[in-house]
């Protein structure tokens, strides 16, 4: 039986883990062993999710939030690294570009712990952005590269991957399985709101978050927006002194299930989320992306959402377009059975380096 460390801290980190932790109790081979950092300490933005999916409790929970890129991932290297020497691990595993992923990614490399790396390939290309560091660093340490799309793996080619001598694995989206898998019972029609979601901290900056609150509160005039606040951004429109229009209903952060069904009864969305993006996709909406770039490149290519300057002008424009989009219909993220072909490649892997 060989250990595999999951090490977790965000939202999105929590509904691929659920789709792992699955098959992974149906291995004979495998055995996990979940670090929660405490990235997400809300308890609507991390209990929830572990009750909801089934996910295991964690076996430590090292508390860690807040403070800035350099010093939340500081934390949790020192933390991580006494942990890892402890428990011995044979395999490292993460998740997507978060600050838990770096810190985690580099212990074990340092401590010749392979790392094994979900979400690999996808690049903003754009180093000023802090997720794009993250992944990029995150990729190149990873002895085994989960990437789920063609562009990502050309991503991984151009830059010298395949001389690199780790394994490149294409398994399809963890998150677009989920959202199949938890969707729910029935589909309802769309209905005349707009899910909105805002959380990146580049958006909640001063130069930002004004602009997006103007373009959304003009957009709000034209009918509902459905919003489920995330803390960082509840804070920022206090500190900054914004308000928004009466037609933008806000909520308190909503569980995974409750944030599906908000999904598959609105009409469009407006997000910074990537994983809320290719859930969208999942549910077949069209939308608006508050980002410049997408490290999911082919939902853009495909007509399933635009992306938009992070001006007031700009958003609204794109906005504009949404409603002309024509999607392709193409299957894009695999067919539903990422976990299952993450689970054979790390047994197929383990049992090659004993």
Same mark, same amino acid.
């Given at each position: 039986m060989k250990n595999v460390l999951t090490v977790v801290g965000a939202r999105p980190q929590f509904i691929k883990a659920a789709m792992i932790s699955r098959q992974m109790r149906n291995s004979n081979r495998l055995k996990e062993i979940i670090v929660h950092t405490g990235q997400h300490y809300d308890? !609507?933005?991390?209990?929830?999710?572990?009750?909801?999916?089934?996910?295991?409790?964690?076996?430590?929970?090292?508390? @860690?939030?807040?403070?800035?890129?350099?010093?939340?991932?500081g934390k949790m290297m020192c933390e991580l690294e006494p942990l890892f020497s402890r428990v011995q691990p044979d395999l490292v595993l993460v998740y997507g570009d978060t600050n838990s992923t770096l810190a985690a990614a580099l212990v074990a490399c340092k401590l010749h712990i392979p790392?094994?790396?979900?979400?690999?390939?996808?690049? !903003?290309?754009?180093?000023? @952005?802090?997720?794009?560091?993250?992944?990029?660093?995150?990729?190149?340490?990873s002895r085994l590269v989960f990437y789920p799309t063609d562009r990502a793996l050309e991503n991984l080619l151009a830059e010298g991957f395949e001389?690199?001598?780790?394994?490149?694995?294409?398994?399809?989206?963890?998150?677009?399985?989920?959202?199949?898998?938890?969707?729910?019972?029935?589909?309802?029609?769309?209905?005349?709101?707009?899910?909105?979601?805002?959380?990146?901290?580049? !958006?909640?900056?001063?130069?930002?978050?004004?602009?997006?609150v103007s373009a959304l509160n003009e957009i709000a005039c034209e009918g509902k927006l459905i919003f489920p606040v995330h803390p960082r951004t509840r804070g920022a429109l206090s500190r900054q002194g914004l308000t928004l229009h009466p037609n933008i209903e806000q909520l308190e952060p909503v569980g995974y299930l409750e944030m599906l069904s908000l999904l598959d009864g609105c009409e469009k969305v407006i997000t910074d989320s990537g994983g809320l993006q290719k859930e969208a996709y999942a549910y077949g909406k069209t939308g608006l992306v508050l980002m410049e770039h997408t490290?999911?490149?082919?939902?853009?290519?495909?007509?399933y959402l635009r992306t938009t300057a992070i001006k007031q002008t700009a958003i609204l424009e794109n906005w504009r377009k949404v409603s002309g989009l024509k999607p392709s219909g193409r299957l894009l993220y695999g067919d539903g059975n990422s976990a299952r072909m993450v689970i054979q490649a790390l047994e197929e892997f383990l049992s090659s380096s004993l």
């Open positions: 308890a !609507n933005m991390s209990e929830v999710f572990f009750q909801e999916l089934g996910i295991p409790q964690p076996d430590f929970h090292l508390g @860690i939030s807040g403070g800035g890129h350099g010093e939340m991932t790392v094994a790396h979900v979400e690999g390939g996808l690049r !903003n290309h754009d180093l000023s @952005i802090p997720e794009e560091v993250n992944r990029v660093v995150t990729d190149r340490v001389g690199f001598g780790c394994r490149l694995v294409r398994t399809g989206d963890l998150m677009y399985d989920a959202a199949l898998c938890f969707r729910p019972p029935a589909g309802r029609p769309a209905q005349s709101y707009v899910l909105l979601t805002l959380h990146r901290a580049s !958006n909640t900056e001063p130069e930002s978050l004004p602009e997006i490290p999911w490149e082919e939902l853009v290519e495909e007509q």
